[in-house]
């Protein structure tokens, strides 16, 4: 059977307006789609990140609205389920929050989509953080048949491991075609601080480490170290990230789990480090006590069976992402700032 194409196709992104799903979206564009819709209720994202093209099709909501699932096609040819509650910090604030938007709507999709007789692809956006092993020792890659602990750090991972168990349950009971795309921790272009709705924390503004560190580091202030930076993860680039996503659609095998990973461990403080370095920022760290929630100690993920079955693996080094990521940061200055400023006021009122 030939490989799948992309060309003359409906494909839905779910959270499409978010950092992943936005830079998925314009490589999407670039495929000759018939139609591309984004589905996103902006709760974590922001309405710059959609591309201005007339074949996108965007549409405000929550997937797990009903009026927005019944407002979808019946013809979708690919599906990308990229929402969540982000991340773990807010799911522990509020973990109904995260049900509703990280467990709750993967359940309603699937449940929807599993009447359409023509989808070629649905592809689920699973964390490797939720099946990597705890430790600080020594860390070995990560790969897909990893055990998977009883006891998690946070609702987000759970939620995260709930969406894998039912799209596994479509796959077997209905025939979806489901595919898992586990992420390491990716970083680059979009990931706008503080975009969405205020989620009860300061990680609404302050998210991922790297956009943290890089937006820190050019304002010369100390880069916070958690554990004294000894933690390590696998970072890789949104735009590998989003050529992984198009490849486990076009030649993922229905019911498998792939790695979408560097294959490379850096430790958080080599991170911070080479940051600094970038942007010649010469304060000195922020060395602090470990997090009293965090157990996930050091991770990277396997590539073998995604560079085997997907034909992928990751273009980008880290220090050359790291630079795109500084120069989009810089000449996004003012879009950022917007969407920072917009929760001042719950930030000075925080307890």
Known sequence: MSELSFKNSKVLVVGGAGFVGSNLCRALLAHELKELLIVDNLLSS????????????FIYGSIADDRVLASLPSDIDFV????????NQSSIADPIADHENNTLTSLKLFEHLKSYAGLK?????????AVAEKTFDDAVATPEDAPISMFHDSPYSISKLIGEFYGNYYFTRHGLPFVKARFQNVYGPREILGAGRWRGTQHTVWRNVTPTFIWKSLQKEALPLDNGGNASRDFIFVEDMARGLMRCALAGTPGSVYNLASGAETTIRDLAEMI???TGNDTPLDLRPARDWDRSGKRFGSTDKSKRELGF????????GLAKTIEWTLANRESIERCMRQHDYFMAHMR
């Open 80 to 87: 990308f389920h990229l929402a969540c509650y982000h991340g």
């Open 313 to 320: 693996s990751a273009k980008v080094s880290i220090r050359e």
């Open 46 to 57: 922001d309405l710059s990140n959609v591309p201005a093209d007339p074949e996108v099709r």
């Open 276 to 278: 600094n370095e970038l």
């Open 121 to 129: 692809k649905v592809v689920y956006a699973a964390a490797g953080c």
